[in-house]
């Protein structure tokens, strides 16, 4: 008989069984899992055995712990289905913290399967121990953790835990959840046998949609003023169907570029820090899904007199961004633009659309204007890259000034294109890793634009084996935090080159070769054109690296506006 692993008291116990581990892989196949990223360690031999076995899943190696995290989360952000992460017991477990908090805000439904050392080896100075349970707090749905033991009745709790965890994944909203699995020793099987017997599978229940069409007919003909805002979201019915909603019942459609919507007011960054905000200030404000980016948008709406505000949202956490809200719709928005088309149109408030659609198209001309006298700056050359991305493409954007640069290019990307970015939490640790998942999981090109900060800080998204060529790197390297300059109080710190633009001088042309990517770079104006039409020739993945002058930078976006 195998060596025992023992408690402090001693008392032996069976080599762990590899079979549940399986019929866990099995059921999460059943339920519509298809990628698995695994870190290497031991504690978790069964889970990686059991998941590596299962025909069906795509099972990738990731040795860095939080860029495999971010990776699982591109990839259950691009398909829509829930992702594994699987890790060994200690700091492995902690790492995975950043993607499981923006999968939570960003409402991605990522299964979290930690291995553990037993209960009672847990703070004895054991190896690679420490306290996993609820590890992440609030930033998951659910927690479970399974027994060490396996008996009949810890197999049957562990088949119901399971089944739980899924299905509170897949539900709305969706979002994270931990499994914590303690494993005693020996657990690595020597032989692997096919499974016995299959858990059954327990369905998700099923909720009940329902809009209240009195009460919105009842705001529509007391509101004149009305604004419809979409914030982040990918859902192609909301894309398409957004602005039919607004023209029939006289809404004016805003929406950022992460919302992904077609018909909207695009240029609205431009125009509303220097607009008369009285008049556009609506009545009747519906919002819907996640997070605004525009800052002025934002500002307007918080301190505007709006007397009644619906969210559209199937959440049921009193998320009130505007300060606002008199009523929760906890409907996915694509069922309410569904059920509220059905009614009559209704009369609309010419004046105030025409306040909206006059700033508009101001705005279309002046940045025309802006953009017709060339300048050398990461924000010119980005539009020149825009107008150039192929239709139905895929851009992933860095947060930080990469976000607000796009935000403030609507007008010059192509309307088939999708846009993504972590705004769950808004942090630059894990953009690349995400574009990475997503890339791994579509045909179509993800191109990934982020600064140089960003991607020195998630350069290990490219340690690993599984690179695809649909991956297209852009770099805005202005040697800093640039976003610190854009704002007055950093700025004015005798700490700010250090502590706040963070100055660096490093490259990614040793990186690109390291990893196997086409590297290309634009130093100066005269060649953009060329490198720029090399990059989108590239059948390869690769990165175009766009090294700019920090103040000219930050002087050329404030001309902006």
Not at 107 to 126: F, G, M, N
Request: hydrophobic share 40%; glycine share 4%; proline share 4%.
């Amino acid at each position: 008989m195998a060596k025992f692993e023992g408690t402090p008291n001693r008392v032996p116990f069976f080599m762990t069984r590899l079979e549940p581990f399986q019929q866990l892989a099995r059921l999460c196949l059943h339920k519509g899992v298809e990628n698995v990223i695994i870190c290497p360690g031991s504690r978790n031999a069964a889970l990686t055995v059991a998941f590596t076995q299962q025909k069906g899943l795509n099972c990738y190696s990731i040795s860095d712990e939080r860029s495999a995290g971010y990776i699982a989360l591109g990839m259950a952000l691009q398909t829509g289905k829930t992702s594994i992460i699987i890790c060994t017991s200690g700091t492995a477990a902690l790492n995975f913290a950043p993607a499981v908090a923006e999968a939570y805000f960003q409402e991605i439904p990522l299964l979290v399967l930690t291995a553990d050392r037993p209960p009672e080896w847990v703070h004895q100075y054991d190896g690679q121990t420490i306290f996993q349970e609820n590890l992440y707090g609030k930033h998951v749905k659910n927690t479970f953790s399974w027994s060490p033991n396996q008996n009949i009745e810890d197999i049957e709790a562990a088949a119901k835990i399971s089944n739980d965890a899924l299905n509170s994944c897949q539900s709305q909203p969706l979002g994270p959840v931990h499994i914590n699995i303690p494993i005693r020793e020996p657990f690595y099987p020597e032989t692997v046998n096919d499974i016995q017997e299959e858990w059954g599978i327990i369905e998700q229940k099923e909720t009940t949609q329902t809009v209240d069409l009195a009460s919105f007919k009842s705001a529509l003909e007391k509101y004149p003023k009305r604004l419809l805002v979409i914030g982040q979201q990918h859902n192609e019915y909301v894309k398409s169907r957004a602005k039919d909603f607004a023209e029939k019942f006289g809404f004016v459609l805003v929406a950022d570029n992460i919302a992904n919507t077609d018909g909207a007011i695009q240029n609205h960054d431009q125009f509303l820090k220097n607009a008369e905000k009285n008049v556009l200030v609506p009545d009747f404000l519906i919002s819907t899904d996640m997070s605004v980016i525009s800052k002025s948008l934002k500002l307007m709406l918080r301190n505007g007199d709006i007397k009644e505000h619906w969210h559209i949202q199937e959440n049921p956490a009193f998320i009130d961004p505007f300060r606002s809200l008199t009523k929760k719709v906890e409907v996915e928005p694509q069922y309410f633009l569904k059920q509220v088309s059905e009614s009559s149109a209704v009369e609309i408030d010419v004046a105030y659309q025409k306040a909206w659609n006059d700033l508009e198209n101001r705005a279309t001309e002046a940045m025309n204007t802006f953009f017709s006298k060339p300048v050398f700056s990461e924000f010119h050359i980005l539009k020149t890259i825009l107008e150039q991305i192929p239709a139905h493409s895929i851009i992933h954007s860095g947060n930080s000034m990469s976000i607000r640069y796009l935000n403030a290019l609507q007008a010059y990307t192509d309307p088939s294109l999708l846009l993504y970015c972590n705004r769950g939490t808004s942090g630059i640790d894990g953009s690349l890793s995400t574009a990475v998942g997503q890339a791994l999981a579509t045909d179509k090109t993800v191109y990934c634009i982020l600064g140089d900060l960003s991607f020195q800080y998630d350069k290990n998204a490219l340690w690993n084996r599984y690179l695809p060529n649909n991956l297209k790197i852009i770099i805005l390297n202005n040697a800093g935090g640039i976003i610190f300059k854009m704002i007055d109080g950093p700025k004015k710190q005798d700490a700010f080159q250090d502590f706040f633009r963070t100055e660096q001088p490093n490259k990614a042309d040793l990186l690109a070769q390291e990893y196997g990517l086409v590297y290309l770079s634009i130093k100066d104006e005269s060649q953009v054109e060329s490198s720029v039409s090399e990059f989108f020739q590239m059948k390869e993945k690769c990165i175009l690296e766009i090294f700019t002058d920090y103040d000219n930078n930050v002087k050329a976006f404030k001309a902006f506006f």
